[in-house]
């Protein structure tokens, strides 16, 4: 069964700091894709990215920056540069190819990113 | 503009009140799905669909029921609402595994 995990429940940064969200995976599909949701105070899911299993190109958008290791099934991902508005939950998902499911997230349970001044 | 409709947004019950929650896309997407998500607990799966009259439990079905009549829509209903059904509903549609949309949520209290 798919499964995945977020072993930070929360993280507090100063602003300015670096911060690395960690994220690990359980499939036996070969065939899958990874996402990262941000969930702001507002509450809505915000899509940030998906990956492929077969693309293990590091990908970097602005401040983010995702590292994703099939070697040890991991998907992480860093904000340079923290801010403010970058406080949120934060929630690592997977897909998996069956297509019998193949509307199903599986999340892990979240890491609370907190930025202060 | 392509999105997922969720109504009401907030909603305040008592226990056994029958209620529904809708859902509608405009995407003309065969997936829909219901997620619950609980503090320390992530989003779980309630219930999805694959298409029109097919639908099929996820991983928390109990206490809910679906219905998919048509393409668009994809209700979610609470028989008998009890306090441990107290949570954060979103609702999800996709054409394929690549991609899910997600509706804004409902915020569901029972006392």
């Known amino acids: 069964a798919q499964k995945v995990t977020q072993a930070q429940t929360e993280i507090s940064v100063v602003e300015k700091e670096d911060v690395t969200l960690d994220c690990v995976y359980e499939?036996?599909?070969?065939?899958?894709?990874l996402f990262w949701y941000k969930q702001p105070p507002s509450g809505e899911l915000v899509f940030l990215i998906r990956r492929n299993s077969f693309d293990e190109q590091n990908e970097i958008s602005g401040r983010y920056s995702w590292n994703f290791q099939k070697s040890t099934s991991s998907f992480n991902f860093t904000i340079t540069a923290s801010q403010v508005v970058d406080s949120a939950v934060y929630f690592c998902a997977l897909s998996e190819a069956d297509t019998g499911t193949a509307s199903k997230l599986t999340f892990g349970t979240g890491t609370r990113l907190q930025v202060t001044l | 503009e392509a999105q997922v409709t969720q109504n009401p947004r907030y909603l305040i019950t008592v226990t056994g009140k029958k209620l529904t929650v809708t859902c509608s896309q405009n995407m003309n997407h065969e997936y829909m799905s219901w997620y619950r998500q609980d503090p320390g607990l992530g989003l779980r799966q309630i219930y999805y669909?694959?298409?029109?009259?097919?639908?099929d439990k996820g991983d928390v079905p109990e206490g809910y029921k679906v219905s998919r009549k048509e393409k668009r829509n994809f209700p979610l209903i609470l028989e008998s609402p009890s306090p441990n059904q107290t949570s954060l509903y979103f609702c999800?549609?996709?054409?394929?595994?690549?991609?899910?949309?997600f509706g804004p949520g409902t915020r569901l209290t029972v006392t």
């Open positions: 669909s694959m298409n029109v009259e097919v639908t």
């Open positions: 999800a549609s996709s054409q394929d595994r690549r991609e899910q949309y």
């Open positions: 499939t036996r599909d070969t065939t899958y894709y």
